[in-house]
């Protein structure tokens, strides 16, 4: 640990003013806080109205909670002032707090960290508070709050148990001379490795589905020139998102909108008008569409006159795998058979828009696997890939010749999978995760 992570921190709850702010106090010296601000000292856990006083002037009267280490978020002795939500007062403490020596104003994110390295969460869980603050969906919020709670920390553990298992079981080998290895327990190992393994892949494989509820989805909407891409994106979002005209080519950027569909987070990209073109801009506009086809998890393929083929995307679809929503446009104005037509739409009058939009959900949700996987973030999915590397590799070696190596892979398995949850010696690492949350938090 640095020497400032023995400092007593301070933060309040938000940097605005509002009708009530926390204001934090945390470490060694936290104790000292009856003292500095004139107050008595509440009983533990319980909310206590006190004067606040700091030489001589009256700051606030505010409910206090003392909360001894035993029994505080961070495992430091704590206290919580419930003040009303001026950023006077909030200043004036600042000041009487940072007068004192050893107390400083909280980094972001140190209160968490304190936390983890104090052991009353593990990383998983440190890192799902942050996602849960950032949430924007009701699937992104279920997803984190299942971290939250533990429940990745035990399908984690369980590796890691499984992992010794298999270690105590080839130091057991060990012992063995190489003719006198006991059939039985050699394959018990293997069937036991085989088990850990499928775990571990099955968990990777369904990564991709959670990801997307946690990054979001991406629909773009593509199509010719006035085909009504951004009357469409206006009419998903409700909002004047695109530019629309009877000008051909308005839309030459990719404009983008995210959308809370049912708890998925999903992202609608109106492209530039797809046209054979000598406009150097409408050309960088329909390659920027390409860029955004090979993305997306779904393609809206929009036609006001039913003719859904054209280069462009016949030579994305021959190498790419995309699901493709043909979509007949302005069917309140040109009222002709598109037989080849997925869904027959009007953006101006909403026909069939609700229709549209839970084609668009269907399909998201199909892309869900039987299960799917609780491990989100980069780090966790790194120490994953490292386990899995390690134990693919034990099924090259020799139980009779190489247990040595053996022993060596499951020990170094083990030791990616304890990284998932538990806090490592590595002050860069535990920064780049803690550093992303905000001040008091």
Known sequence: MKQKDYDTIFASSSQWKSAIKIIRITGKRANQLPKILNFKKPESRVFSLRKLVHKKKIIDYAPVVWLPKDSSFTGEDTYEIYIHGSIVIEKMIYKALSSRKGFRLAEAGEFTKRATLNGNIDLVQAESINEIINTQTEKQLILAQSQLDGTLSKLINNWREETIYLSSLIESLID???????????????????EILNKIKDALNSTKFSSFIKEGFTVAIIGKPNAGKSSLINALTKLNTSIVSD???????????????????????????IRKTNNVIEKQGIELARDVMKKSNLILNLSENGNFSYDILEEFLENNKAKVINIKTKVDIKKDNAKNADIKISSKTNLRINVLLEKIYSHLCNLEPRETSLITSERQILHSKKALRALNRIKKLSINNEAELIAEELRLASKHISNITSVIDNEDVLDKIFNNFCIGK
């Open 176 to 194: 063995f001379s190489d003719e006198d290895i006991p059939k039985g327990l050699s394959n018990l190992f293997f069937k036991k490795l085989d």
């Open 247 to 273: 000008i051909p080519g308005t839309t030459r950027d990719i404009i983008h909108q995210k959308i809370d569909l049912k708890g998925l987070p999903v992202t609608l990209y109106d492209t530039a008008g």
